[in-house]
């Protein structure tokens, strides 16, 4: 019985060992049948390279920008307009500023119209260009202005005339050519001409009118006056009065001196004013 078993035993792995011996030879035979890739032939044309993703200007933000634009209230899109014939100072026909600004003047009647008819816009049928309220160019032509208006001309009425008015302005105070006073009413400066040749005569009402004025003895009176007319006085005697107190220092209004009359010995230096020397004349 021993003997039986084992000769199963090898029966059964002889088996096996058959078994995968078919398997190995049936593997190489197939891989020997197999045939290998032939490489395809050359093409007598040079192969062509992917073609690149075609790509689109990406105007979107422009398009949108020129929307908002033309779609704004018709006083908004004057401005701009305006703005830009201020700027340049140059004359645009209707397609210039569309392409300057993106305000489609010939698309919008009211737009043009408006720019038409706008003081501050001069339309000669073909361009259009800012409209200054007075019409000069440079320094000089500024100072022959200024000199025709002997009583003043207002700064505000100056500063379109064109880009560096206003530092010409302060060249022509510098030089002393001119005067630049504050209005106290508006606070606006005024140009006043200084040359020697303008002939300036004041009325003798004025005169007698300034000589009657008497002013108040009391400092304190006379800043509230200047504080009733819209004037801030330079000085502030009731706060130096105030530390005199606590610092123990008493002030008193001076005393007004009395006008004294001249001696016949007085050297006469202010002879151009003759009614001053009346009284001397007539001692």
Same mark, same amino acid.
């Given at each position: 019985m021993a003997l039986q078993e084992k000769l199963d035993r090898f029966k059964q792995q002889q088996e096996k060992c058959q078994s995968m011996l078919s398997n190995i030879a049936a593997k %190489?035979? %197939?891989?020997?049948?197999?045939?290998?890739?032939?490489?395809?032939?050359?093409?007598?044309?040079? %192969? $062509?390279?992917? &073609? $690149?993703?075609?790509k689109f200007s990406n105007d979107t933000e422009r398009l949108q920008h020129i929307n908002s634009i033309r779609k704004a209230p018709v006083g908004a899109q004057m401005k701009r307009v305006i703005d830009i014939l201020f700027q340049t100072r140059q004359a645009f026909t209707p397609e210039?500023?569309?392409? =300057?600004?993106?305000?489609?003047?010939?698309?919008? #009647?009211d737009v043009f119209?408006?720019?038409?008819?706008?003081?501050?816009?001069?339309?000669?049928? +073909?361009?259009? &260009?800012?409209?200054a309220k007075h019409d000069v160019k440079n320094k000089n032509e500024l100072l022959v202005l200024i000199r025709k208006y002997i009583e003043g001309i207002a700064v505000i009425d100056l500063k379109d005339a064109y880009p560096n008015v206003m530092e010409d302005?302060?060249? !022509? #105070?510098?030089?002393?050519?001119?005067? /630049? !006073? &504050?209005?106290?009413?508006?606070?606006?400066d005024i140009a006043f001409p200084n040359d020697p040749r303008v002939p300036i005569k004041v009325d003798d009402d004025l005169k007698?009118?300034?000589r009657s004025i008497e002013l108040p003895r009391d400092m304190l009176d006379i800043e509230?006056? /200047?504080?009733?007319?819209?004037? +801030?006085? =330079?000085?502030?005697?009731?706060k130096r009065r105030a530390a005199a107190q606590v610092q123990g220092i008493t002030s008193k209004p001076k005393p007004r001196q009395k006008n004294k009359e001249f001696s016949k010995k007085a050297k006469l230096t202010n002879?151009? /004013?003759?009614? !001053?020397?009346? &009284? /001397?004349?007539?001692?």
């Open positions: %190489s035979a %197939s891989s020997r049948s197999t045939p290998k890739p032939v490489p395809a032939a050359a093409s007598p044309f040079p %192969s $062509a390279r992917p &073609s $690149a993703p075609v210039q500023i569309n392409e =300057a600004c993106y305000v489609d003047v010939n698309g919008n #009647k119209e408006g720019l038409r008819k706008n003081p501050k816009v001069n339309y000669d049928g +073909k361009r259009f &260009s800012y409209k302005l302060q060249g !022509l #105070k510098a030089a002393g050519q001119i005067w /630049l !006073l &504050s209005n106290f009413d508006s606070q606006e007698e009118l300034f509230k006056d /200047l504080q009733k007319n819209g004037m +801030k006085p =330079a000085t502030n005697t009731a002879a151009h /004013l003759p009614e !001053l020397f009346q &009284s /001397l004349k007539n001692s």
